[in-house]
């Protein structure tokens, strides 16, 4: 949600981000219905004020009282009619504004697709083999590991069933991620639902937008989280923070679960694109000025990762035309696949800043001078398992169809340090 007064004052600042987003203008009939809704509020407030006068008078004087009711009668419908008018002026209002994207940072590159993207470093040296790599979905059935057979038997497409080593390895790298965020950098574990309601992800800015996207329960209205920083971030919904308590710092573990709605015909087999995919995330609380400061941190918490893994990756911006809706500034993490011979994103970094705070109404009090403001929230993929499975079985892949674990993770697949064909089946 977007601050009015913000929007009264740089009408031309606020167009000009949404024309960067290859959106069109709408500053002028934002502040046209927002202007029209307070004509309705004053109005409405001086006709209360000659009906509080006029009630006043019933006990002042005794003639001409029929026509003092007939005036309070005619008033009371007056306001009656204000009220409807402003509220559905108001809903008119808010209607508009959910659906407007957050206002880009001015360190946003230009551009109209991940084309225009700006490439800020690229680590690790891609390995070199002596035998054609293969993808990821080729290795994986040869080992046993995947079967869509029986997925798209139990649930339909873009779904997998992991088996074996595979599914130890995943078990391995969740452990493996969970203990890095919050062991070497100080997040707070969290258990958290993966069905939320409308005003969860309306918070998040995943409603009313993107509704095609999520898939929605018969029961009590209920949504499966497309991702779990949905809520993580709803976790300090409708409160107030202490000052002091900030940065608040939340990683979970979570099935997530997208229509790909708009991904027809893309990845529609393999690990990359699937309905139901198993995440950790970082959620960061800030206070405004520290946001910028807070998201290099998160960047360094999902490095430091990818380079224990040893696993080739770039750092990439998003131009205006490609950043997500409630994002302010975002960076993408994207690691070398040799199979697919191309980068993949594995994880986003956004700065939302008061956006979603000020859509869930969270707000941050300094009790020390009574002064309560909006604070910037922050997420990032920490990371999507399922991509960063495919990264391993590509990158750590022999001649022989046999994968390597990383030594970092051994300790967490009981000293498993190599994948290779058992024939186990389910």
Known sequence: MHDIKFIKKNPSTFDLSLKKRNLKPCSEIIIK???KYLDYLNEKQNYLEKKNSLSKLFSQQTEDLDKIKEQVHNLKIKIDELNKLSEEKLNEF??????IPNLISEKVPDGNSQEDN???KEVGKKKKYNFQPKNHLDLAENLNLLDYGQAIKISGSRFSIIKSDLAKL???LVNFLL?????KFDYKECIVPELVNYKSLEGTGQLPKFEDDLFKTNFNDLYLIPTSEVPLTN??????????DLPIKYTTYTNCFRAEAGASGKDTKGLMREHQFGKVELVIISEPNESENELSKMTTCVEKILQDLSLPYRMVELC??????SSSYTVDFEIWMPGQNTFREVSSCSNCKDFQSRRMKMRVKNFDSGEIYFPHTLNGSSLAVGRLLIAILENYQNEDGTIEIPSVLHKYTNGLN???NDDQKI
Do not use: A, Y
């Not at 808010?94 to 659906?99: D, R």
């Not at 205006?320 to 809706?325: K, L, N, T, Y």
């Open 33 to 35: 219905i927002h202007n």
């Open 94 to 99: 808010n209607k508009i504004m959910l659906e």
């Open 118 to 120: 700006n490439i800020i």
């Open 170 to 172: 995943h078990r391995g």
């Open 179 to 183: 203990d890095h965020n919050s062991i």
């Open 235 to 244: 976790l300090n919904r409708d409160s107030i923070i202490n000052k002091k």
């Open 320 to 325: 205006s035309g490609d950043i997500g809706f």
């Open 418 to 420: 190599i994948i290779s």
